[in-house]
């Protein structure tokens, strides 16, 4: 990453949401199948980086579907190569990004009348290394 690089988020907000409650599912303490993936799309003119966040919870057991993306717009105080566009757009970005999002889930779910959802902690750097996460890069250097 360069030397003196100064990350800012602009906006953040919640792109899409579909909360569903199923009749049918159990109740009680039940694991979390989550799934995660995140995709951006970097303006080298404009220096800003827009991270688009994706987590799904669908499982038979689980008392609903939750399905949200949650959208964020950085802005970088200098110019970089799309080399080291990656680690910002799927480590730095995302670790702003995401207590945002757990947050949001959380309200979410406490207002669907169950206990508040937490997703567990991600360790992005971790995620980055091991490609856990779906990432879909797009650029526009126009």
Known sequence: MPR???ISLLKS????LNFRIKAEASKGKIPINLIFSHKHKYDYKSKTIAVL??????DKQMPFVLEIEYEGLFT????VSKKDV????QINCPVILFPFLREAV??????GGFNPLML???NFVQ???EGKAKTTPQSDNS
């Open 4 to 6: 003196n690089l100064e």
């Open 13 to 16: 907000r919640v792109y899409s």
């Open 53 to 58: 966040i994706s987590v799904s919870v669908n």
């Open 76 to 79: 970088l105080n200098k110019r």
């Open 86 to 89: 990656e680690p910002i757009a």
């Open 106 to 111: 959380a309200e979410i779910t406490r207002r």
């Open 120 to 122: 567990p902690v991600i």
């Open 127 to 129: 995620s980055a290394k």
